[in-house]
Nanobody, 120 residues
Framework: QVQLVESGGGLVQAGGSLRLSCVAS????????MGWYRQAPGKQREFVAS???????KYADSVKGRFAISRDNARNTVYLQMNDLRPEDTAVYLC??????????????WGQGTQVTVAS
């Protein structure tokens, strides 16, 4: 089991930026796909972005052009750069990972989450 620890959440004004980080307890070179989900109060958890070891990225339509995912395997870390934040981006952001697949449809492991709040 992979332990994932997120950081970087906080309170930001609409239009602002935040960068989330997620550190894995194992070498990220061994994790095929890493990425992010989010869950707002009273809503279902939704996919945000993912990135494979081969460099293939995928984004939810709601964040395309505003969020960028990257990973630094030497640091066992995946990042989510969030720009032009909107109040509807307010949620707990959870890091996730999956092996043997180039998608994050059914993650094997989850982090505890970090809160992102966007004030209007």
């Amino acid at each position: 089991q992979v332990q994932l620890v997120e950081s970087g959440g906080g309170l930001v004004q609409a239009g602002g930026s935040l960068r989330l980080s997620c550190v894995a307890s194992v070498s990220a070179f061994t994790i095929d796909t890493m990425g992010w989900y989010r869950q707002a109060p009273g809503k279902q958890r939704e996919f945000v972005a993912s990135l494979t070891n081969g460099g293939r990225s995928k984004y939810a339509d709601s964040v395309k052009g505003r969020f960028a995912i990257s990973r630094d395997n030497a640091r066992n870390t995946v990042y989510l750069q969030m720009n032009d934040l909107r109040p509807e981006d307010t949620a707990v952001y959870l890091c996730a990972s999956r092996n043997y697949y180039n998608d994050l449809d059914k993650p094997n492991d989850w982090g505890q989450g970090t809160q992102v709040t966007v004030a209007s």
